[in-house]
């Protein structure tokens, strides 16, 4: 292994991992964790994965995989905020946070990699193991239910305002 390669290949996905484990957990401490179990795995198998957007792929399939290991333990539904850097703890969320955090969990990750990490379908559907189609409704379904709570959101701060 070469791990000038691993090292760069590290630092080019650190921070978009890193902002990808922030949204699913909505927790810095998680985050941090299953980026790091998350690099570390790959690591170990890094050789097997040639191909660069194969390594990235895999990358990400395995923080999918190790968010759902945590969910499964803790029971818990966490909260994701839709921002390009973490909030702190006691910041504001935004609307759009709200209407992303009460999305169903499937549809949320599909929202993320798609919208906010830039994925393709086709990546997306290979990190999450299930057909274009599937992720395609999924950020369709996103899309509609975020649009549905923003509208609603806008008609009562207008109500109000009057």
Same mark, same amino acid.
């Given at each position: 292994?070469? %791990? ?7 630092? !080019?996905?650190?921070?978009?991992? *890193?902002?990808?484990?922030? @949204? /699913? ?20 198998? *890094?050789?097997?994965? @040639?191909? !660069? ?5 895999? /990358? *990400? ?20 905020? *839709? ?29 993320? /990699?798609?919208?906010? !990490? ?35 959101? !806008? ?6 305002? %009057?």
């Amino acid at each position: 292994m070469d %791990n000038k390669e691993y090292e760069d290949f590290y630092h !080019e996905n650190a921070d978009r991992v *890193f902002r990808f484990c922030y @949204r /699913l957990t909505g927790d810095r401490t998680k985050a941090e964790d299953i980026a790091s179990e998350a690099f570390g795995i790959c690591y170990l198998k *890094f050789d097997n994965v @040639r191909v !660069e957007s194969a390594q990235t792929t895999y /990358l *990400f399939r395995i923080v999918v995989r190790l968010w759902g290991n945590q969910q499964r333990k803790d029971r818990l539904a966490t909260l994701v905020p *839709f921002t390009r850097q973490p909030k702190e703890d006691h910041e504001m969320r935004l609307d759009l946070d709200v209407a992303i955090e009460r999305l169903p969990s499937a549809q949320r990750v599909a929202l993320i /990699l798609v919208k906010a !990490e830039g994925m393709t379908h086709a990546e997306t559907a290979e990190i999450l193991g299930v057909p274009i189609g599937t992720i395609q409704s999924r950020v369709f379904q996103a899309l509609k239910g975020v649009r549905k709570h923003l509208m609603a959101t !806008e008609s009562k701060e207008i109500t109000v305002e %009057n």
